[in-house]
């Protein structure tokens, strides 16, 4: 941190643009499909062409309430669709059809949890509106193309309230967000696929000033990465302009990855003035009292709930909590395999996270909000289990997880057809103890000379003549009375 | 033998399914007039006679397979350009569009080709529809056939004068200000503005979203009801379409009125109206009260305003309707260095006067800093005329006044003076900012050569039945109001 950025206190909103996962788009019957052939799922409505006209897709609006729920929103009963319009090939009508000045949901807050404790971030809005098309530049042709297979894809978007005050805060932020929506079921928080994407508006203060700075907006920022790097760098170089005396100018930047840097992309000085007003072909959006309780009934345990249900009924680790609670199917996962674990939960609890967070969620297929893991929860809870009963030690554990995820079998079955039963037959490890201990007389003079490290040779020896499959506990017991240590 | 192209729609239908004359006949009378007398008046954008013999063909064949054809069976209908139809271009009289081809059918157009009706062409209008003498159009005029020195009105010019003319027996036009009634009260036909949401907009270019609606020009109201029952009804692909179902409306015909309390506005006959024109309007309402109406004087005070609302609502709404026009999808394109040159050269050399008027308008009074003073305030005071509405119809069951304040007026007379032309509708707009059903029937004629009048019956929001009641009364009493143009064999 230079000097200059210490006395500057950083603001920072984020708007985010998540897609909601219907199947078709907003005001057609076109498939949202991500991935299709380009301009294969468009229509007249999604062209633009004339005489068109859109048609609400319900079940954005319900999505968008269910956003609007889990962000503590109040939820307005008419919200109305308005025009913004510009000019870009991208875009078909030359106008996009957002909400403007009844929008959907309206003032909630969301919290974070830092390391100073949990802080509040408000929530101005979360909107709906239609996604653009996207334009395609071939390299080496002097012509552009457009797809417009993204055009009319419902999107939600998030306005966060400027509470933010560290690149650090807006990624958690940005990262609570996702999880939220990812566990509402609307959002699959694709950032590379452009499901989830996200603008900073950025302005600096100094230290003690109550008004805000003059703010730029930052685009082009789709990882977790990159908003705390386009963040940092963006308040260091506001800092620097305002120690150098000079203003710093309100405009839209582009995050350079390559280079780190943000450059300016248009200033907003010319902006566009985007004339909004309401959409006369779409009727006000009437939502009544019910059909909110009905979404609110249904709505899932957000993450911040089931973190908190982690940590105090389970004892979990707040680190280990908040890793499970990042994907519903993870944490979904985790839960099942702790309930086929049975009566003890919440002993199961901390070596079945372990299993999740160190082995299974490695090797899962996670794709949006699908995941597919190595083994069903019920063969992960009986994993556990025979390693509780000492029927297999853990080393021998992964081996077995490795095979019956392989072969697509229980560990029960591939504990019994291997034979590899942990040998617990205290006379057999004793052969083995003196064995290894015979046949390495320098490591046992050295050992008893003090080399107490050694110790893990020795057990490392029995394991091995015992094909891992003694009782570690034993071997230990019985190696520690053998050497005399 | 019967000359097919005097015949309404109802007898045309009649004719077909008793089989005393096939589809194929009555397209090709129609299309043998229209080839013959066209190139005087300038209705058809468009004659399709390939497709028009195809679908009577089909009409036909139906037939003779022995299953019932349909309401409009063989009727030869002409359809205004702003209609989109599959594979027939639609240009909506506009450069920009020329050579569009559209890959789907106006709700509308689906419907009447259920009804078994024949597209005879496509007629000319305004550029966007946006006009009232249909000399926006970028590809021709149209004359008056009662007066070919004279507009048709418009911006439905082609589709009125086409009806007038013989030409087709019904046509689609829309109306966004008057652009079906007040052309059809200059070509002498009737012309019907059905209640906002009662037909489906899908498919119909927009101009203006909240005012734009889809009506029939004909000869007889008893044709307009019929065409009317065709197009009318839910579609749920148009969201401002009313989720409600259609009245018989030929069952509200051959009646008389009484029992009927009928409103004449003062703010409809003032200063500066044509007194010819007037004459014949208020001889037209005494004959409703002979009719058995009880008519009284009304006030809707807001009147004065609808001028001034009309242009800003309509001109804000056109300038984002219009934004599409860009150059990149579809129609003209004109290449450039740069985007942004592109649009503007493509939008400067494919859009009219008229329509660049109306777009930088538009885009005026929903600029940032004039939206609150300009299209904010009109949404107000519209919803002051449609009170003013509301309270008279709390009293009365419709609303007669002239359609125009004058007859047709001369070609290029006004074409220089847009706040003149504008004024051509001054009757019009305030059933269009309140989307009421309204009707244009002829009443009389003034001058000579004769140019016809129109009686304009507004009724309450979706009680088309009550405005064809009135006009069909009216019609059946006053056969003089109607007659064919002189000029025209």
């Known amino acids: 941190m230079s000097a200059a950025t210490d006395r500057y206190e950083p603001v920072i909103g984020l708007e985010v643009h998540a897609q909601l996962l219907t199947a078709s788009k907003l005001f057609c019957g076109c498939s949202t499909a991500f991935g299709a052939p380009p301009n294969s799922h468009v229509c007249p409505v999604c062209l633009g062409l004339p005489g068109a006209l859109p048609v609400l897709n319900r079940r954005a609006v319900e999505y968008a309430i269910r956003v609007g729920l889990a962000l503590g929103c109040e939820v307005r009963r008419s919200s109305r669709f308005a025009r913004k319009n510009y000019f870009y090939p991208d875009l078909p009508k030359g106008y996009q059809i957002s909400q403007y000045e009844l929008p959907l949901n309206e003032s909630g807050a969301i919290e974070i949890e830092m390391e100073a404790g949990p802080k509040r971030i408000g929530i101005v809005r979360a909107h709906v509106e239609e996604d653009a098309g996207k334009n395609v530049h071939p390299t080496g042709s002097p012509t552009s193309l457009v797809d417009f297979n993204r055009s009319g894809v419902p999107l939600v978007e998030i306005v966060g309230a400027p509470d933010l005050r560290s690149a650090a805060e807006a990624a958690e932020y940005l990262k609570e967000l996702r999880a939220i929506l990812m566990a509402i079921g609307v959002n699959d928080g694709n950032l590379e696929e452009g499901s989830f994407r996200c603008d900073a508006n950025v302005s600096v203060r100094p230290v003690g000033q109550a008004e805000f700075g003059t703010r730029t907006e930052l685009k082009n920022i789709n990882s977790f990465k990159f908003v705390r790097q386009a963040i940092d760098f963006e308040v260091r170089r506001q800092s620097s302009v305002l120690e150098a005396g000079e203003a710093v100018r309100q405009e839209t930047r582009l995050w350079n990855d390559a280079r780190g840097e943000t450059f300016p992309m248009r200033s907003k000085e010319e902006a566009e003035d985007y004339r909004y007003f309401p959409d006369p072909d779409l009727p006000p959006v009437e939502v009544d009292a019910a059909f909110i309780d009905r979404i609110q009934n249904e709505m899932p345990e957000l993450p911040s709930a089931r973190r908190r249900r982690f940590v105090k009924a389970l004892g979990l680790s707040t680190y280990d909590a908040a890793v499970l609670a990042s994907h519903p199917r993870v944490a979904d996962y985790f839960e099942a395999a702790l309930a086929e674990y049975g009566a003890a939960r919440a002993q199961g609890a901390k070596p079945v996270a372990n299993w999740v967070i160190n082995t299974l969620m490695k090797t899962a297929r996670i794709d949006g909000l699908e995941a597919i893991f190595a083994v069903p929860a019920a063969h992960l809870a009986q994993l556990q289990k025979l390693v509780d009963e000492g029927t297999i030690s853990l080393t021998v554990a992964r081996k077995v997880l490795d095979e019956a995820a392989e072969r697509g079998v229980a560990p029960a079955q591939v504990v019994e057809e291997k034979g590899l039963c942990q040998v617990s037959d205290v006379a057999a490890i004793e052969a083995a103890c003196r064995d290894v201990i015979a046949a390495h007389p320098a490591e046992v003079e050295a050992f008893r000379g003090g080399r107490e490290k050694l110790f893990g040779f020795f057990v490392g020896k029995v394991m091995k003549a015992t094909k891992g499959q003694g009782n570690p506990k034993v071997v230990n017991e019985l190696l520690h009375s053998l050497l005399g240590a | ?489």
């Open chain 2, 1 to 489: 033998m019967i000359d097919l192209c005097s015949l309404t729609a109802v007898e045309l239908a009649d004719l077909v399914r008793s089989g005393e004359a096939s589809a194929r006949a009555i397209a090709e009378a129609h299309l043998a007039r229209a080839h013959a007398i066209d190139d005087r008046i300038g209705a058809f954008l468009r004659l399709t006679d390939q497709k028009a013999l195809e679908m009577a063909d089909a009409v036909d064949c139906k037939r003779a397979r022995g299953e019932p054809p349909g309401a409009l069976a063989g009727v030869p209908v002409g359809l205004k350009d702003l209609l989109s139809t599959k594979g027939l271009e639609t240009t909506c009289g506009s450069r920009i569009l020329e050579g569009y081809v559209p890959r789907y059918d106006a709700t509308v157009i689906e419907r009447l080709r259920a009804a078994d009706a024949v597209f005879l062409g496509k007629t000319n209008m305004d550029e966007f529809a946006m006009g009232s003498s249909t000399e926006n159009s970028a590809y021709q005029i149209t004359r008056n056939p009662f007066d070919p020195t004279r507009i048709p009105g418009g911006s439905s010019g082609g589709s009125a004068a086409a009806v007038a003319a013989r030409m087709v027996p019904i046509a689609i036009g829309t109306d966004t200000g008057g652009s079906i009634r007040q052309p059809a009260s200059h070509c002498g036909v009737t012309g019907l503005k059905p209640t906002y949401g009662r037909v489906s907009r899908w498919g119909l270019v927009a101009f203006a979203s909240s005012l734009d609606q889809i009506g029939p020009f004909s000869r007889t109201v008893r044709d307009a009801a019929l065409v009317t029952s065709v197009i009318a009804g839910h579609d749920p692909r148009d969201s401002t379409s009313a989720p409600r179902g259609v009245p018989d409306l030929l069952a509200a015909l051959g009646r008389d009125l009484g029992g009927l309390k009928i409103g004449v506005p003062r703010e409809y006959f003032v200063e500066g109206m044509d007194p010819d024109v007037a004459h014949v309007v208020r001889a037209a309402i005494a004959r409703l009260a002979e009719l058995g109406a009880a008519l009284c004087e009304v006030s809707l005070p807001h009147t004065e305003y609808a001028l001034a609302v009309y242009y800003l609502v309509a001109t804000a709404e056109a300038s984002s309707n219009l934004s599409r026009y860009d150059g990149v999808r579809y129609g003209l394109r004109v290449p450039a260095a740069s985007l942004d040159q592109m649009y503007a050269r493509t939008r400067a050399a494919g859009f009219g006067p008229e329509v660049k008027r109306r777009i930088m308008l538009g885009t005026y009074a929903l600029s940032a800093g004039y939206y609150d003073a300009y299209y904010g305030k009109a949404q107000k005071v519209r919803t002051l005329v449609c009170r003013d509405f509301d309270e008279v119809f709390g009293e009365v069951d419709a609303i007669v006044a002239p359609t125009s304040p004058t007859a047709a007026f001369r070609l290029g007379e006004r074409v220089d003076d847009p706040l003149q032309m504008y004024l051509a509708d001054v009757f019009t707009l305030p059933a269009s900012l309140a989307g009421l059903p309204a009707i244009s029937v002829p009443c009389g004629f003034v001058g000579a050569p004769a140019l016809p009048i129109g009686l304009q019956i507004m009724g309450r929001q979706f009680d088309e039945p009550t405005v064809l009641r009135v006009a069909d009364a009216f019609e059946r009493a006053a056969p003089g109001a109607r007659r064919s143009p002189e000029v025209l064999p």
